[in-house]
């Protein structure tokens, strides 16, 4: 009698457990979703640094949508008629580097860096909005083919790209305007954008 009763307590404990646990609140679906949600919120933060910078006069003003280089804060199109050339780097007589150099001039104004050029024609975000300019740096038809690595590789290391953060001064003097987000917060922002899966929000 004794044994009955331990078993039937047993099965209405066991049976009350499931209940209990069939009952309780789904924790670990309300974190997967909150968790979700500070996810995509750091990913729009990291987009919108991002495209701060690449939609900044210092970034724009090479990737034009006329092929004609832009100039200054207010993008003005490049003096002396310059245009893009066969192989974005100006015609044979007044190719880009006939004027910039590896590194600033300092006395001229002339701005420079390793291999000065246009971005190609298939780079060109004048007029775009940043989902649609996002759309092409990701598209590797109209990319250069560059990966993800690459891409990251290029925005936070290339020299022609950091010359945004170190343009010098102007032809009178004047110190060139810097892009919105610093240097480092902005290799960071590339670097964690890419790492969630390089999401672009939605329109």
């Not at 690449?54 to 003005?76: A, F, V, Y």
């Not at 050339?85 to 701005?111: I, K, L, R, Y």
């Not at 102007?170 to 917060?185: M, N």
Request: aromatic content about 8%; glycine content about 6%.
């Amino acid at each position: 009698m004794r044994l009955r009763a331990i078993y039937i307590f047993s099965i209405f404990s066991i049976l009350g457990l499931i209940f209990v646990l069939a009952n309780s609140p789904k924790v670990s679906g309300y974190e997967i979703v909150e968790k979700t949600k500070l996810q995509n919120q750091q990913g729009n933060e990291d987009f919108n640094k991002m495209m701060d910078v690449l939609t900044h006069q210092r970034c724009m003003n090479c990737h034009p949508s006329d092929h004609i280089p832009k100039q200054g804060d207010e993008s003005h199109p490049h003096y002396f008629g310059m245009a893009r050339g066969e192989d974005d780097h100006g015609f044979e007589a007044t190719t880009c580097n006939t004027c910039h150099q590896s590194e600033n001039n300092m006395n001229s104004g002339v701005p420079g860096a390793p291999h000065w050029a246009l971005a190609p024609a298939s780079m060109a975000w004048e007029g775009l909005t940043r989902t649609e300019i996002a759309e092409r740096l990701l598209d590797k038809s109209m990319n250069g083919n560059r990966s993800h690595e690459d891409l990251i590789k290029h925005m936070t290391e290339d020299d022609l790209v950091l010359w945004a953060w170190e343009p010098g001064v102007d032809a009178d003097g004047e110190q060139r305007t810097l892009p919105p987000v610093p240097k480092e917060d902005f290799k960071i922002a590339v670097e964690n954008w890419f790492a969630n899966g390089a999401v672009i929000p939605s329109k």
